[in-house]
């Protein structure tokens, strides 16, 4: 089992993505954003940061990189690809995952842990209950997720939002849960497939106990068992 | 040299949190007569001549504007 | 030669406007031995400038220790560098960028945290954590939110997007300010003790390459205006003096450095600071004793028609110069490249020992390259005890009428908790990525951050770890100098104690208004006195600064604020501490003493609205045994929690505790001091902890063998803090007046508001 | 119900990287006849009829753009 981290000119999150993986005893090596070669990865992490500065819009440059013909061909196999914050937005902005992030409804960026509830999903890379709160932090000056009626329909309707963000006990506010405006409170969605998996807070950042707790670990976890599960 | 003037704003229907803010600030600084702000992007490019309005429509579908959530308008203010 | 020089009546004319003194601009004829050329005068005018020179400062500045065991790099180069152990070495500096921020507050402030970062890279060091140290006026004037927003926001958003965590901070609020704000940044970097990089040219025959950023016009400031004037047929407009930072472009530099400097490609790595390529060329020749030959027309320029002098002393952001071998250049460029950045010869090495700029053929100036770095001339500046002094220090605190029911000292324990200068800085550190890089172990809002040590994600890890703080009150400076600076260090040692580290060393960032008043100076002097004291009693070095002089507005100076940045070390990271109160039936525990000590407190100004009285005395040799103490404890691993008795005194910090660990305390008073003293006074040398009941005994030994008093006040547990007898506040007063204050003061208010934003 | 157009851009002299990345991305699509991107802002505003267009350059100086590094021009849209 080995993850790939894409380096996009920019991204900053990569190693502490690979830090965590290596934390939960998983192999991990770095994708340089120029490559096109993804062979020996069995799963892709597009991690955080800022791609090209998030200029003109966040990802909007970084989806034309190189990789990234590789990294939808990779979608297309069925094969996981989890995108974090910056890859959450690149991904968007790829049109693997339908909608856009605005800017936080308060016009700051947060950096701060929240509540996240796991939702009834068609994606696997989540091995928890439905229902359970999740406590990660979420880092990011555009995480107000949104698209059009008509495809939150289709999200709701095909089981494709993964995360919500809820208050601790698992409820959502009389006005929303989410601190940036997302849309339905959603902090992570799927394709229709489930196996391309976008999110806005940063599980990585919550795998070590000595730097802020274990409940990222999941997020990886669940890949690895997947992968070991398809290999045998 | 051509210049070309592109101007973004979100669709119809899609919240802008800047304008709502710029908007709220300037009622709460007294500007009563605002109703509502948009805040868009004001893109000038400037290419070399002859480049077709197609070839600036193809930039901005594919790069300067996000067709999910962002109109755009291409205006041709000439030579720079 | 076809240097063109100056005519003899414009050259001093534009050497004063310059900001050369008269003298100065004669030293530089005599060194040349002819009138200067406009590029010349420019360079020395800059490199002679007081930012540049330290003409004022230096001679007081060799009062601080700067050597050590640890210390691998002291003050002179890009940063100084200590080790941390196992190989692994810390690079740190603070720096101000006060006045930009004054004009454009996101700008300023998120260029100052580029600029400081790139001290820290050029040593070869990864930046790992930065802290910033704000000073504003009240903000119930509109200007001070706004600068205040924008500079938090341009603060976070230069780091955040490098990847850089902003992990600690301070902030204060105060009339002084209000002209003059204050920002100061620090920087840390991680290396391993071998890749330590310095800025010394060498080799002749070597070139000089120029990396990242197009060089404009910024930051050329207001005299280009009227050397436009007199040598420009038309005048141009006065341009703006703002610099607006690349954050990507930076993270890009630093990559792409710290590649070049692992393959071993460079010969030299310095950062284009103040006075732009002036300055880092000069220093790295003088360093390295070599001249220099430098095509200004090289130079890749975003603006049309600019004059020589114009490129060699912009200071445009995001540009790095290297020197390297002819060999490796093609493979240098080539790592330029992958990580996009432009990268351009813009001259070599030469053993002339001379500066020469070029413009094309044209020779524009040629000068002693050492003398440009060395020579400036250094001031005696005179000093008077300022007569503020002695009446401010007279005024007795204890004469006046101060709460004694316990419903008025509740009532000023919360209007304390929600008070500008003690309240929650969530707000602030919310808006900066504080965990990147997965190392931060204890975050903002307990005494010092916490950072694991180790090449997360790329390379080794280690046990250890790193604790940070920066401090200074300001007041106390204003009211005894030479004691608030001794203040400011204590503060920082017993933050970085209370979070389990040994202080190590420190960097300083010395604000203070216009040296050439011999009232200021003579603060500053002290300052620094009580400063150099402070480290020699400690036995910890000073170990890089900064000095920001003429920090006024309206001829009122600041507050002397001399901000220190701290930084200690921990064997074990495991071994750190919080100050949140942990565990229902935990001891809680004073260690040192509290005196009838009011002058220039939190207290003071929030009840009576002064600023007056002697500051808390200090006591190094019982700070230095506390500190040791609470480090030894923290070590043993009996300690809960650890909070050390700052603003706002025993009843804040008990507060404090209370509120990060969601959990109530019961304390007794001591009864021997008046109520409002006992609670509110700022006596130094003080810190509360907690140990589980059964570990009591050992913590009082513990402290018997570093003569430090220990007394059991009460007890964790409960949802209100009762001080009996004294005060009885719930866990929820507390926390409704402590968290909100600062988001209530920026966006409760009408923000934004009419012509008071742009003025002044 | 009146409506102003408002086009922000940085003052001459001040650097501006979005535009840059952008100029770069494109070059770097295929682009090569761009010769320079600037990205400002473009503010659409709605207010009451009879507003001057005086009062719209004050709400520009206070808020909608800065100054000290932004120049921008107002344009009459008409009714809205
Ligand atoms: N400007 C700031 N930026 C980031 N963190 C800050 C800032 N100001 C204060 N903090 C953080 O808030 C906490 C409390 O700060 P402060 O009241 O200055 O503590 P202390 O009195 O112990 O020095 C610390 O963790 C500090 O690092
Ligand atoms: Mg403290």
Redesign the interface.
């Known amino acids: 089992m080995r993850f790939g981290v894409v380096i996009f000119p920019g991204s900053n999150c990569e190693q502490d993505v690979i830090h965590a993986v290596n934390h939960l005893g998983h192999e991990a090596g770095y994708i340089w954003h120029g490559d096109t070669d993804l062979s020996g990865f069995d799963a892709i992490v597009l991690p955080g940061g800022f791609a090209y500065g998030d200029y003109i819009r966040c990802g909007a440059v970084a989806r034309f990189s190189p990789v990234m013909a590789e990294v939808v061909r990779f979608a297309e196999a069925g094969k996981p690809i989890i995108g974090i914050c910056n890859g959450f937005q690149i991904l968007a902005e790829a049109h693997l995952l339908p909608g856009a992030l605005l800017r936080n409804v308060g016009l700051k960026f947060l950096c701060k842990t929240v509540s996240l509830r796991a939702e009834e999903s068609i994606c696997d890379w989540l091995d928890v209950p439905a229902g359970t709160v999740l406590r990660v932090p979420i880092n990011h000056n555009e995480g107000n997720y949104i698209c059009d009626a008509e495809t939150l329909e289709r999200l709701k309707a095909n089981s494709q939002i993964v995360l919500r963000y809820c208050e601790s006990d698992g409820s959502t506010a009389p006005g929303g849960s989410a601190p940036n405006g997302a849309l339905d409170d959603i902090a992570g969605i799927c394709n229709e497939r489930g196996n391309v998996f976008g999110l806005m807070p940063h599980p990585e950042r919550v795998v070590d106990p000595l730097s802020g707790g274990t409940d990222g670990a999941v997020f990886f976890t669940a890949i690895a068992k997947h992968v070991a599960e398809v290999a045998s | 040299?051509a210049r070309f003037e592109i101007?973004?704003?979100y669709k119809k229907?899609?919240?802008?949190?800047?304008?709502a803010?710029?908007e709220r600030?300037?009622q709460?600084?007294g500007?009563s007569?605002?109703?509502?702000?948009?805040?868009?992007?004001?893109?000038?490019?400037?290419?070399?001549d002859g480049?077709s309005a197609a070839?600036i429509r193809e930039?901005c579908d594919?790069?300067?504007a996000?067709p999910?959530?962002e109109d755009y308008r291409i205006e041709t203010v000439g030579e720079a | 030669m076809t240097l063109e020089t100056l005519s003899p009546e414009l050259a001093p004319k534009l050497a004063v406007e310059l900001g050369l003194k008269h003298d100065e601009y004669e030293k530089v004829v005599e060194i040349l031995g002819r009138i200067p050329s406009v590029t010349e005068l420019y360079m020395y005018s800059l490199m002679w400038s007081e930012h540049c020179s330290y003409k004022h400062s230096r001679k007081a500045l060799r009062m601080f220790p700067t050597s050590g065991d640890a210390v691998l790099q002291g003050p002179g180069e890009n940063a100084g560098v200590i080790r941390v152990g196992d190989g692994w070495a810390v690079a740190f500096k603070m720096e101000s960028h006060n006045h930009p921020s004054a004009i454009e507050p996101y700008q300023g402030a998120a260029t100052g945290v580029g600029g400081i970062i790139r001290d820290i890279f050029t040593m070869g060091a990864r930046p790992i954590a930065s802290l910033d140290s704000l000073r504003f006026g009240t903000l119930d004037k509109p200007r001070q939110r706004y600068l205040f927003e924008g500079a938090v926001a341009g603060i976070g958003g230069y780091g955040n997007c490098l990847g850089v965590p902003t992990v600690g901070g301070e902030v204060y609020f105060d009339e002084a300010y209000e002209g003059n704000c204050l920002i100061n940044a620090m920087s840390i970097g991680l290396m391993r003790e071998e890749n330590l990089t310095r800025a010394v040219g060498s080799g002749p025959g070597n070139l000089v390459l120029l990396i990242g950023s197009t060089t404009g016009r910024d930051g050329i400031g207001g005299a280009s205006t009227l050397a436009s004037q007199e040598f420009d047929e038309k005048a141009e407009d006065k341009r703006p003096s703002v610099q607006v930072g690349d954050p990507f472009e930076e993270k890009l530099l630093i990559e792409a450095c710290l590649e070049l400097l692992a393959n071993g490609l460079l010969v030299a790595l310095g950062d284009c600071g103040a006075a732009g390529l002036t300055s880092s060329i000069s220093e790295m020749a003088s360093r390295g004793g070599v001249g220099v030959d430098i095509d200004a027309a090289a130079v890749p320029q975003r603006e049309d028609a600019m004059k020589a002098f114009e490129i060699m002393v912009s200071e445009s952001q995001e540009r790095m110069v290297a020197v390297v071998t002819p060999e490796d250049l093609e493979a240098a460029q080539a790592v330029c490249a992958k990580w996009g950045l432009r990268s351009t010869v813009i001259g070599r090495i030469t053993d002339t020992g001379r500066f020469v700029v070029r413009m094309g053929e044209e020779v524009v100036a040629d000068m002693p390259a050492a003398t440009l770095a060395h020579d400036a001339p250094l001031y005696d500046p005179a000093m008077e005890r300022p007569a503020y002094l002695d009446e401010a220090q007279a005024f007795d605190p204890m004469a006046l009428g101060h709460p004694t029911t316990p419903e008025a000292l509740s009532a000023m324990l919360l209007e304390l908790l929600a008070s500008p200068n003690i309240c929650s800085r969530r707000w602030i550190w919310e808006q900066y990525d504080h965990q990147v890089m997965v190392n931060t172990v204890v975050l903002p809002g307990s005494d010092a951050a916490v950072l694991r040590v180790g090449d997360t994600g790329r390379g080794e890890m280690s046990e250890r770890g790193i604790a940070v703080s920066s401090d200074c009150n300001g007041r106390y400076c204003y009211l005894d100098p030479y004691t608030g600076a001794q203040i400011a260090f204590a503060e920082a040692a017993r933050n970085v104690a209370c979070s389990g580290g040994r202080a190590a060393a420190i960097t300083d960032c010395l604000n203070f208004g216009n040296p050439e008043k011999p009232e200021v100076f003579w603060t500053f002097y002290e300052s620094v006195r009580g400063l150099a004291d402070a480290c020699t009693a400690f036995g910890v070095p000073v170990i890089s600064g900064n000095v920001s002089f003429y920090n006024e507005s309206f001829g009122q100076p600041i507050y002397p604020t001399p901000t220190v940045g701290l930084v200690g070390l921990l064997d074990r990271v495991e071994d750190h501490c919080t100050m949140a109160f942990k565990q229902q039936g935990d001891a809680i525990v004073l260690l040192g003493r509290t005196k009838a000590e009011l002058g220039g407190s939190e207290y003071l100004k929030v009840a009576h609205g002064l600023v007056a009285g002697k500051p808390p005395k200090v006591d190094l040799v019982d700070e230095r045994l506390l500190t040791d103490l609470v480090v030894t404890a923290i070590r043993t691993g009996i300690v809960r929690s650890a909070h050390d008795c700052s603003e706002g005194g025993l009843a804040v910090a008990l507060a404090e505790c209370c509120i990060a660990g969601g959990i109530g305390a019961k304390v007794d008073a001591e009864g021997k001091l008046p109520p409002a003293a006992e609670l509110f006074s700022e006596s130094q040398g003080r810190v509360v902890l907690t140990v589980a009941a059964e570990h009591y005994d050992a913590l009082k030994t513990l402290s018997a063998t570093h003569a430090t008093p220990c007394t059991r006040i009460g007890t964790v547990g409960g949802d209100r803090l009762a001080i009996s007898g004294l005060a009885d506040v719930s866990l929820a007063d507390m926390r409704a007046a402590y968290e909100p204050t600062l988001e209530r003061l920026v966006h409760g208010a009408d923000t934004l508001q009419s012509e008071e934003l742009t003025e002044g």
């Open positions: 040299m101007y973004v704003t229907g899609i919240f802008d949190p800047p304008g803010t710029a600030a300037l709460n600084l500007y007569e605002v109703a509502q702000v948009k805040i868009g992007k004001y893109i000038q490019l400037e290419v070399a480049t070839r930039m594919k790069l300067l996000n999910v959530i």
